[in-house]
């Protein structure tokens, strides 16, 4: 793709370059949802991708996004809510309930979409070192600037503080629901479409009025998803229990 991918311009070898205006972030991000809710709701069978990330949002040369990389992809049957298969994914945007027992569901896309919309918004990676065995998760970062709507803490510095405010702030909430540990509170990616679009004042209300965002530090958030590991990745290879294991071991530090 002409202009690689969005971990190039977000942490790779564009990334001082400042391409990504918040006028293109904010097309990436509805670019891409329209795409997974294109697997989740129109697919025949539905499709859950299972490596939702930034270096699997490529862009084209108007920075048009678009999903790729279906190695992991798994076909949803009819009728079935989830499927139970062994965990591979990047850690950082896997969702519990997916890493710690191999439920693999729309819903699991879905909280990988919010971590990668934060990651969009604020230019941080989905899991930041503070020392050499503690690593902090984007959501734990980003939920209490939220709850005290600080959102120009929350915007990528590389900005300059040019963006629209109300963007940010759908932004930023569709991605902290989107990435709450309980799979059933999550969206379909159809409402996130429709949230990041704008398209329902009525919807967006009740979503800055929800519960998570008036509690900096709600139970939902302490799923210990980081984990202090070499390796950024899981193969089909490792096994549930140690993904159990690991994400229990960062989840006590």
């Known amino acids: 793709m002409p202009n690689l991918s969005l971990l190039s311009h977000l942490h790779g070898q564009h990334s001082a370059e400042c391409l990504l205006d918040w006028n ?81 569901s729309e819903s699991c896309d879905v909280y990988s979409f919010g971590i990668l919309l934060l990651e969009l918004a604020s230019g941080k990676k989905p899991l930041e070192k503070l020392s050499t065995t503690i690593k902090r998760t984007i959501t734990d970062w980003a939920l209490p600037l939220a709850c005290e709507r600080k959102f120009s803490e929350l915007a990528d510095p590389r900005l300059n503080g040019k963006y629209m405010e109300e963007e940010m702030k759908i932004v930023v909430f569709v991605a902290l629901i989107c990435a709450q540990s309980r799979p059933e509170k999550r969206p379909t990616m159809l409402e996130v479409v429709e949230l990041l679009k704008g398209d329902s004042k009525e919807k967006f209300d009740l979503l800055e009025n929800n519960e998570l965002f008036k509690s900096p530090l709600p139970a939902d958030y302490n799923d210990g998803s980081g984990v202090d590991d070499g390796s950024d990745f899981i193969s089909e290879e490792k096994e549930r229990i140690q993904v159990v294991k690991e994400l229990e071991g960062e989840g006590g530090k």
């Open 24 to 104: 293109r972030r904010m097309n990436i991000a509805i670019g891409s949802a329209e795409g997974i809710a294109y697997l989740h709701h129109h697919a025949t069978p539905h499709i859950i991708h299972r490596d939702i990330k930034a270096s699997n949002v490529l862009l084209d040369s108007d920075f048009q996004a678009q999903v790729a990389d279906f190695g992991f992809a798994k076909l949803i049957p009819d009728g079935a809510t989830h499927v139970t298969t062994r965990v591979k994914g990047t850690l950082g945007y896997l969702a519990p309930e997916y890493a710690m027992l191999g439920k693999a």
